[in-house]
């Protein structure tokens, strides 16, 4: 069984190929570190050269040259000491840029199913405080650990020269410092990795509480979260106090078996001088050596420290750089047809599909023996109650995820076989949750625009935002399209912010437009509105809506009604309505609904106003005629 510090050692040695383009600044780091720490080791001997003269009788002027070499050898060695922090700790922070790139890069590759198992407060504490300790490993460390080792030898070779033995009776209480180390190297790697756990905790439960401040204020929940705040930074206190007290008892306990060698300095050494044996010099030069043997001793256990800290979170960062998207591009993917018509052929022969789920866990299949035609330029509209299984049909067309049973097809090729990126750049969708960014309202509608020419990205601009009528709202914003956007577009209304994502959908020209209930927050006239611009949008594109509310998808040129994960029944709106079945009772319903509403607004406002609201759903009622009879 490996021990945890040979586990350490191999992540940290994943760090190998971030050094490569930085090979020359480590090499002169490192020389640097070793010749600053031997020229450190030569001014006790000139010191004790100077002071043996002075009690020999030599001429002052000796003295002052000797005093002139150590203050031109001092100044060398902190030049070289400067060198070495320029390089070693400039060298981390290209070591930790390039280490950030990689992991960004990696989580922007990852799939929908890696993303469901990790916190975003976790994979924050992750690109945050675990990459800080990386970086102190990867320079820091590495340099205090070569100034330690290098100058620790080389005092340890000048006492010998002075006297071996006094030298091996000094070093030896000083040798228990390593043994301790190792002992209490593991204690250090487990605590830090517990404080590191209980920070992407907190940093998650923080993030939550960002995100849904305004659900917090709604249910007046302010104090009922600062009381689970402060009981997680309690627990994060109390983890971080227990690595305190580790390194508490350690770095006294080192400077205690420093202190006793020392000790043995001073008597024994002592002794030695009084009796001729060593010179007053060599005295003087042996104590100063002891004590830059000491310190990097001492300081040894605080670099191993590093070490440890930087091991535990490399660990955390191999979660995400060695993840593996399940959903990927095959080795040799086969290209999409060109387009012969304006849209997508696309094809679902008995799909079934479930979210993944932990080992010995029975599947909760979401879709089951999905099957359907589409031919390009076609519009499919897709209805059903909540959680029905509309959102995970319309997220396997652009292979968010794979189905695990039957195929999907595009032009007929199976999307499994089609290059990822060039299935996707087909595609224009928009989500359930309308994202948007920090941004400008036309750098968001531009998103994913290949060709960002000015004129023709401006084009594609303004004419997908008339389709989503949204066009005459930013305008009527004082800075109209160059309008700052907070944070997830939350200076927007939710019609808004849809609007604005199936704008940003059209303006790519996608061949597939995929709508999942986009137009649930904007109001029944303005649905209206947008439902007439998309016919012109849609013409020669293959289109598929999902929605709850059959207003979205009554014009479709197909309609599948899915129930419980299958299709329980699809055609045309008007034969649908004739079957008198599923369809038949989910516009029955909603339209029972629109009149209670309606009836409720009409109440509210005055028995003058009931009349024109009535009038307004009147149509929808008498859509048709054998509803209405009903």
């Given at each position: 069984m490996e021990t945890p510090r040979a586990v350490g050692l191999r992540t940290l040695a994943r760090l190998f190929p971030y050094y490569r383009p930085y090979r020359g600044q480590l090499f002169g780091g490192l020389v640097c570190v070793i010749i600053a720490s031997a020229s450190a080791s030569a001014i006790p001997t000139l010191l004790s050269k100077g002071l043996d003269g002075l009690r020999a009788g030599h001429p002052l002027a000796e003295a002052w040259r000797i005093g002139a070499v150590m203050v031109a050898v001092t100044l060398g060695t902190g030049a070289l000491r400067y060198l070495m922090r320029e390089m070693m700790n400039g060298l981390s922070r290209w070591v930790e840029y390039d280490l950030r790139n990689a992991l960004f890069a990696r989580l922007l590759v990852l799939d929908a199913n890696w993303f469901a198992r990790m916190r975003t407060g976790d994979i924050m504490a992750r690109l945050t405080n675990d990459l800080g300790a990386v970086?102190?490993?990867?320079?820091?460390?590495?340099?205090y650990l070569a100034n330690t080792v290098f100058g620790g030898l080389f005092a340890l070779w000048c006492m010998s020269r002075i006297d071996l033995t006094l030298a091996g009776l000094a070093v030896l209480p000083a040798l228990a410092i390593p043994v301790m180390m190792v002992r209490l190297g593991?204690?250090?790697?487990?605590?830090?990795?517990?404080?590191?756990?209980?920070?992407?905790?907190?940093?998650?439960?923080?993030?939550?509480?960002?995100?849904?401040?305004?659900?917090?204020?709604?249910y007046r929940q302010e104090?009922?979260?600062?009381?689970?705040?402060?009981?997680l930074g309690e627990e994060y206190l109390r983890r971080n106090m227990a690595l305190t007290r580790l390194n508490g008892f350690m770095h006294p306990m080192f400077t205690l078996l420093a202190g006793l060698g020392a000790v043995i300095v001073l008597g024994l050494g002592g002794r030695l001088a009084l009796a001729g044996t060593i010179s007053i010099g060599n005295f003087v030069a042996f104590g100063i050596y002891l004590g830059m043997l000491t310190w990097p001793l001492i300081a040894l256990g605080w670099v191993i420290n590093l070490f440890q800290r930087g091991a535990?979170?490399?660990?955390?960062?191999?979660?995400?750089?060695?993840?593996?998207?399940?959903?990927?591009?095959?080795?040799?993917?086969?290209?999409?047809?060109?387009?012969?018509?304006?849209?997508r052929t696309i094809e679902f022969r008995g799909v079934g599909f479930h979210y993944p789920v932990k080992d010995g866990e029975a599947p909760r299949w979401v879709l089951r023996d999905v099957s359907f035609t589409l031919p390009a330029g076609q519009t499919l509209g897709i209805v059903g109650a909540i959680g029905a299984g509309k959102s995970a049909l319309l997220d396997l067309v652009p292979r968010f995820f794979d189905p695990q049973e039957g195929t999907i097809l595009v032009d007929?090729?199976?999307?499994?076989?089609?290059?990822?990126?060039?299935?996707?750049?087909?595609?224009?969708?928009v989500p359930q949750e309308s994202l948007l960014f920090s941004e400008t309202i036309e750098q968001n509608l531009r998103y994913g625009l290949e060709d960002d020419a000015a004129a023709s990205a401006a084009e594609a601009v303004t004419w997908a935002s008339r389709m989503a009528q949204l066009d005459e709202t930013v305008r009527g914003f004082a800075d109209g399209y160059r309008t700052q956007l907070g944070e997830r577009g939350i200076n927007l209304s939710g019609g808004q912010k849809q609007r604005a994502a199936l704008a940003r959908a059209l303006a790519r020209h996608p061949s597939i437009v995929l709508l999942d209930d986009a137009l649930?927050?904007?109001?029944?006239?303005t649905e209206a509105e947008i439902l007439r611009g998309l016919r012109e949008a849609f013409a020669g594109r293959t289109a598929l809506i999902?929605?709850?509310?059959?207003?979205?998808?009554?014009?479709?040129d197909h309609i599948l009604v899915i129930d419980g994960g299958r299709v329980v029944e699809q055609g045309r709106h008007e034969a649908l309505l004739a079957q008198k079945g599923r369809y038949w009772a989910l516009l029955r319903r909603q339209q029972l609904a629109d009149s209670v509403d309606a009836e409720e607004d009409a109440s509210a406002i005055g028995d003058a106003h009931a009349p024109a609201i009535g009038d307004a759903h009147a149509p929808a009622m008498e859509a048709d005629a054998g509803l209405a009879g009903a």
């Open positions: 970086r102190m490993a990867a320079g820091p460390a590495i340099m593991k204690k250090v790697h487990d605590r830090f990795e517990a404080v590191q756990e209980h920070y992407s905790t907190l940093s998650t439960r923080a993030q939550e509480n960002l995100a849904g401040s305004r659900v917090v204020r709604a104090a009922s979260e600062v009381a689970r705040f402060t009981a535990a979170s490399m660990a955390r960062l191999l979660d995400i750089l060695d993840a593996e998207p399940q959903v990927t591009t095959p080795s040799e993917p086969v290209a999409l047809p060109a387009r012969a018509h304006g849209g007929g090729v199976p999307l499994a076989q089609c290059d990822l990126a060039a299935l996707r750049r087909e595609i224009g969708m649930s927050a904007v109001d029944t006239h999902a929605s709850h509310r059959i207003s979205a998808i009554r014009d479709a």
